[in-house]
């Protein structure tokens, strides 16, 4: 017996040992404690958006232009992946706020509770559950979503932009999305000479199919469902998730012309951006080939380009034509996402800034001044997905950039829903702002018109005495601040002194 009792007594302990430490080593996921640390957890920091202001003039030239040092900072609550096959991006991912600011984009690993993702087509069931999230099963629950179910096929809305580039950290602004080391093939692609004397525009043929989104938690610690050193993976700053995911198409094309500007879009706007390719569009865009260098990318649809130089429009026709609706055959490929802050779930505008310097032409447009009508419709304020957002009050903002002094005069919608108002004697130290405010005072929605001189230019080759017809080719302007909306106006009856 007592040999008995030497031999069992090892084995006991030995066992009474191992289910404490495996008890000590299980600790209790405390909810309670992780959402109060992500949401006492502070926003990452970032520059304050503002729109281009002049840093300084240079004047080192001694021809008949001068050169003149800018500024800019831009906020976009969408961004733009032109990497579709990125394993960052998809819905319900973790990435650490202050890599997105840099454009690094470095992912947090947790373990994760299940997630429901949704899509915005209709006409079948619209969700599905995702029982343990992460790039492999998010793709799988995706697959099943779009290839399993028979969703109504979306109306076909393409959308236009153009931009001026004049560097290639200003590159990044047109393109709506600031990545360091992946997804620079597209701006690679895109690539222009700045040592030329050049104009330099990125244009953006955007088709939005639809989206993934991603049920907002009720608590932040509803995303994780075991303990894990939160500390150790979370620090600093409240962390971003993706929250939304847009697929569908894009065509870009960069353009380095020796056309001035407002040449150059009044050429572009000819051949296609009025939405169709009309019969005097190979005419036109054949002006902008003799001048330019034309490379192309499509990220999205049927149609595959990748920085191929192009010299007529035959590109252009077949994007239009090519994989324009959605199908279980031509979903459409990641073209853009939208982050929330885990910790409060608001949405995350990322702010990017760029410094360029402009070579400016010194002649006499510079002593010029114009009046016009502004032309507002009602219905003209929509969101980028085409909703019609009513305006409560509207106002015209006039600044005087020099002085900083500005006054605002409020606008009201007749019988017929629209209103002109009238401004004279706008010179180039002049901005105008169409400011859209609720009934607390708030501006809501902030529009910006272009640059005095770049309208008195465009008035100096335009003769049908509107610089933009509501009616037939309005400007259409994203907004100021956070590119959620856009305008549709125009500006009307103008003239030069």
């Known amino acids: 017996m007592y040999k008995m009792t030497k031999i069992v007594l090892p084995f006991v302990m030995a066992f009474l040992f191992l289910a404490c430490s495996e008890n000590e080593t299980m600790p209790v996921f405390d909810k309670v404690e992780l959402n109060e640390y992500l949401n006492n957890l502070p926003s990452v920091l970032q520059i304050a958006p503002f729109e281009e202001r002049k840093i300084i003039q240079k004047n080192a030239r001694r021809d008949q232009y001068t050169l003149e040092e800018y500024e800019v900072a831009v906020g976009f609550d969408e961004q733009f992946l032109f990497n579709p096959s990125s394993e960052i991006f998809y819905p319900g991912s973790l990435v650490v706020a202050s890599s997105v600011v840099e454009g690094s984009y470095k992912p947090i690993s947790a373990p994760r509770a299940a997630i429901v993702l949704s899509t915005s087509l209709t006409g079948d069931k619209t969700s599905i559950t995702v029982d343990s999230p992460k790039l492999s099963t998010t793709r799988d629950a995706i ?13 076909a809305n393409l959308r236009y932009t153009t931009d001026e580039v004049f560097s290639n950290n200003h590159l990044k602004i047109a393109l709506g999305g600031n990545y360091e080391g992946f997804g620079t093939n597209v701006s690679g692609s895109l690539a222009f000479n700045y040592e030329k004397e050049t104009t330099k525009v990125v244009v953006k043929m955007i088709q939005k199919f639809y989206t993934i989104d991603v049920d907002v938690p009720d608590q932040s610690a509803a995303f994780f469902n075991e303990s894990f050193d939160f500390k150790e993976k979370i620090v600093n700053h409240k962390p971003l998730y993706v929250s939304s995911v847009t697929y569908g198409r894009v065509f870009l094309m960069s353009i380095e012309s020796t056309m001035s500007k407002v040449e150059l879009e009044a050429a572009l706007q000819a051949s296609f951006l009025g939405g169709s390719v009309g019969v005097n569009a190979e005419t036109e865009f054949g002006k902008i080939v003799k ?15 990748a920085g191929q130089e192009i010299g007529d429009l035959s590109a252009v026709k077949e994007f239009i034509a090519s994989g324009a609706s959605y199908s279980k055959e031509n979903p459409g490929l990641p073209i853009s996402y939208r982050l929330r802050e885990l910790g409060n779930n608001e949405v995350f505008t990322n702010v990017l800034y760029s ?24 219905y003209g304020l929509k969101t980028k997905a085409g909703s019609v957002l009513k305006p409560e009050r509207v ?46 005072n708030k501006d809501t929605h902030v529009f910006a018109l272009p640059a005095m001189l770049d309208l008195i230019k465009k008035g100096l080759l335009t003769s049908n005495g509107h610089l933009y017809d509501l009616d037939k080719s309005p400007l259409k302007t994203e907004e100021l601040y956070h590119n959620s909306s856009i305008l549709t106006l125009g500006i009307e009856s103008y003239k030069i002194y």
């Open 143 to 155: 697959s099943t979503l779009l290839k399993d179910r028979n969703f109504d096929i979306p109306p």
């Open 291 to 305: 001048t330019s260098t034309i490379k192309a990318t499509i990220v999205g649809g049927s149609a595959t380009i």
């Open 355 to 378: 410094k360029y310097t402009k070579r400016v032409r010194v002649d006499q447009i510079s002593n010029k001044s114009i009046d016009f009508d502004i032309n507002l419709d009602w």
């Open 395 to 440: 106002f015209i903002r006039r600044v005087d950039v020099v002085t900083g002094k500005s006054n605002e005069k409020e606008l009201f919608f007749g019988s017929e829903y629209k209103v002109k108002s009238r401004l004279e004697l706008l010179t180039k130290k002049d901005k105008v702002y169409i400011v859209f405010r609720d009934y607390s």
